[in-house]
């Protein structure tokens, strides 16, 4: 079977190529594919969609194991499997439905709430601009962040804010360095964990995020240029029910959502055993040592055994809707 990896390579030279993998998950998941038997074709996706394009049609894949996250605007990550779609190929991960819904925090948020599932109270702020009489009633600490930025983005310790004017001051900062939607909500404080869904496995984990500095918030830091103080493990000391728990919730919202392929869900867990749902990732990070990998091995599994899954899954599971023709 020819598999086309299509990615977008972290070189650092760019904020918002913090969302783009790295060569070390980009050389694991080549790695995983080739000695699975799958001839595998890399497609680095560059801004110039029409030399992709040409690319993707010149290969011939059978399917492609699409990471790619975009270069711009909110429904960046939705334009591939779109793409894919309208030009007849098989491909796996989420499909253009979910990353446009699982890249809005507050939509997605808001469906989980109707489902009565728990998530943090929070409102959206569009335009820089913010009464703080809208947040009178709030009880601080309040947390800032963007509302369909990954990685973390935006995110630091001064995003945890404890009063009006600390509030203002930094939406104002936030909304200066990147002009997008800014989402706020109460700060829980508690264990970051996060669980997987995989379409044809279930559910797996949990792991949990533990920044070896103190921090009490996984940022744009600890992400990047501090990830090396960043351990990334099985819970230690946590009740059996907790890991029933989130596998329950984690499975509720895969059906809620409709989720194609996997997705990753990240959970903030508070102190008296309340599970809030801080986010559901579409496209997920294949790192070696990442939240998606660290549970599937949890579960028993290598990262070899899930790529082979969710390749062929994909490709037995998938209608290869045949091309319209699109020419470039």
């Known amino acids: 079977m020819k598999v086309a990896l299509v990615y977008?390579?972290?070189?650092?030279?760019?904020?918002?190529?913090?969302?783009?993998?790295?060569?070390i998950t980009i050389d694991a998941l080549a790695k995983s594919l080739s000695t699975l038997h799958y001839?595998?074709?890399l497609i680095e996706s560059g801004e110039n969609f029409e030399n992709f394009i040409r690319q993707l049609k010149t290969t011939k894949a059978d399917i492609i194991f699409n990471i790619a996250e975009g270069f711009a605007g909110p429904?960046?990550?939705?334009?591939?499997?779109?793409?894919?779609?309208q030009l007849g190929f098989k491909f796996t991960g989420p499909d253009a439905t979910n990353l446009l819904v699982c890249h809005n925090k507050i939509l997605t948020k808001k469906l989980l709430c109707f489902a009565?599932?728990?998530?943090?109270?929070?409102?959206?702020i569009v335009n820089g601009s913010m009464p703080i009489e809208s947040f009178s009633t709030w009880t601080y600490p309040l947390i800032v962040k963007l509302n369909s930025e990954g990685s973390s983005l935006g995110l630091n310790e001064k995003s945890i804010v404890n009063n009006a004017i600390s509030l203002k001051q930094q939406v104002k900062k936030v909304?200066?360095?990147?002009?997008?939607?800014?989402?706020?909500?109460?700060?829980?404080?508690?264990r970051d964990m996060s669980m997987v869904y995989i379409e044809g496995f279930g559910v797996m984990g949990p792991c949990e995020v533990i920044c070896t500095d103190g921090s009490v918030i996984y940022d744009y830091d600890h992400k990047t240029s501090k990830d090396s103080?960043?351990?990334i493990r099985n819970p230690l000391n946590?009740?059996?029910?907790?890991?029933?728990?989130?596998?329950?919730?984690t499975h509720k919202i895969a059906k809620v959502l409709d989720i194609q392929g996997y997705a990753k869900v990240d959970f903030r867990v508070a102190k008296n055993g309340n599970m809030y749902v801080l986010e559901v990732n579409g496209q997920v990070s294949f790192h070696p040592l990442g939240e998606f990998i660290v549970?599937?091995?949890?579960?028993?599994?290598?990262?070899?055994?899930?790529?082979?899954?969710?390749?062929e899954y994909a490709y037995k599971n998938t209608c290869k809707k045949s091309s319209v023709g699109i020419n470039i």
Request: charged residues 30%; glycine residues 4%.
């Open 8 to 23: 977008n390579l972290n070189r650092d030279e760019h904020v918002f190529e913090a969302e783009f993998d790295s060569q």
């Open 39 to 41: 001839e595998v074709i």
């Open 75 to 85: 429904a960046r990550e939705a334009v591939y499997p779109a793409l894919y779609n």
């Open 116 to 124: 009565n599932i728990l998530v943090p109270e929070g409102k959206i």
């Open 175 to 190: 909304w200066r360095e990147h002009h997008s939607s800014i989402l706020i909500e109460e700060y829980i404080e508690g």
């Open 229 to 231: 103080l960043v351990n």
């Open 238 to 249: 946590i009740p059996k029910t907790w890991s029933l728990k989130l596998k329950r919730i």
């Open 295 to 311: 549970c599937v091995e949890n579960e028993g599994y290598t990262m070899k055994d899930v790529i082979h899954h969710i390749v």
